[in-house]
């Protein structure tokens, strides 16, 4: 069996998923990677046969969406590449969320299944952020289209919506609380995030961060380039996390019964919709730092309890499931 597997490359999370799968995928036959997007940090082991540069997300220094940058990323040879992915040749296609596959499928009249976090949002029982944002909500809704879909999210909120992905990393470690606190909050500069931390003096901070190529320290705070063995340890071993709105890291943080602290994207929709569903599970949300932020630190530092978080499905029953449903082509 050949199969493709289309990837968002806009961040990292789906190239960690995909690295993670992908052992249990090729007991079902060959697998070709196709990584769409510019501005993901992690380098990846993975096999890319196919490489674009697709539609990238871009965000300003102070916590937001930069949307210039986004539509000045816009390609007009996309259709063009869609009409040229040799998806024909394929038994099985699988898109986590990527645009020119979907494109292609459309064009050429392929079945597909979206699988991955945005693939849950298919789903009308699944957590939305209480802002308007039609732009938002037509992404995930619209953005990718397929004939099948199968979602992982923090909860089973649907009956096609399964538990996250989980790097074997972060199953097997045993957990231990240097005192640090981890930090990725990539729409934030580094010259923004410092006067905030350098204010929590009796707190050493781990910043993971694309501004920096090696490791870099002052006062209370260590930066580090992004790196997903460094960043894993630094998160194994962390006393809490403050990220962003994201799915994966978020999930390893409450399987390992990490203190959380989640500042969402300003105005990405899904990041929104995932502070909201974790909000609900007494994860601490804020929407931006700010003067309040000392404050916000110390309740969040002080609160006694973590959440109890466990798996129902592993990533080997996921990729079963997966298979299961998958809608098969005919091979050109």
């Known amino acids: 069996m050949k199969i493709f597997y289309a990837i968002q490359g806009t961040g990292n999370g789906h190239i960690s998923r995909a690295e993670q799968l992908y052992p249990y995928l090729k007991k079902y036959g060959e697998v070709d990677f196709f990584l769409s997007g510019s501005n993901a940090q992690l380098q990846t082991p993975l096999p890319i046969k196919y490489k674009s540069n697709g539609i990238s997300l871009h965000y300003k220094n102070t916590g937001g969406m930069d949307y210039g940058k986004i539509s000045k990323s816009l390609s007009f040879n996309i259709y063009k590449e869609a009409k040229a992915l040799p998806i024909e040749h394929y038994d099985v296609i699988i898109n986590d969320f ?56 923090f909860e ?11 790097k074997d990393e972060i199953i097997n470690a045993s957990p231990i609380d240097n005192g640090h606190i981890t930090v990725y ?15 929590q003096s009796k707190f050493q901070f781990e910043v993971f961060t694309k ?76 929407k931006k730092i700010d003067k309040n932020f000392s404050q916000i630190f110390a309740e969040w530092i002080q609160a006694a309890t973590t959440i109890e978080y466990k798996l129902t499905h592993s990533t080997e029953d996921i990729v079963k499931l997966l298979m299961q449903q998958i809608p098969y082509n005919q091979v050109a």
């Open 98 to 153: 990527e645009f020119i596959t979907s494109l292609a499928c459309t064009l050429k009249k392929k079945k597909s299944i979206q699988f991955g976090h945005q693939a849950s949002f298919q789903s009308k029982l699944t957590p939305r952020a209480n802002t308007f944002n039609p732009l938002g909500n037509w992404v995930l809704d619209k953005f990718v289209r397929s004939t099948h879909y199968l979602g992982l999210h």
């Open 211 to 286: 501004e920096v190529a090696q490791v870099t320290k002052y006062k209370n705070i260590t930066l580090l380039p992004i790196d997903n063995k460094t960043f894993t340890n630094s998160l194994i071993q962390c006393h809490g996390i403050i990220t962003a709105g994201g799915f994966e890291t978020p999930a390893e943080a409450l399987y390992l019964k990490k203190k959380l602290l989640c500042i969402p994207i300003l105005n990405h929709f899904e990041q929104e919709c995932n502070g909201a569903a974790m909000k609900k599970m007494g994860v601490a949300v804020i």
């Open 156 to 166: 089973s909120y649907d009956k096609n919506i399964y538990n996250p992905i989980i």
């Open 185 to 199: 909050l990539p729409q934030y500069a580094i010259a923004v995030l410092t006067p905030y931390l350098l204010a």
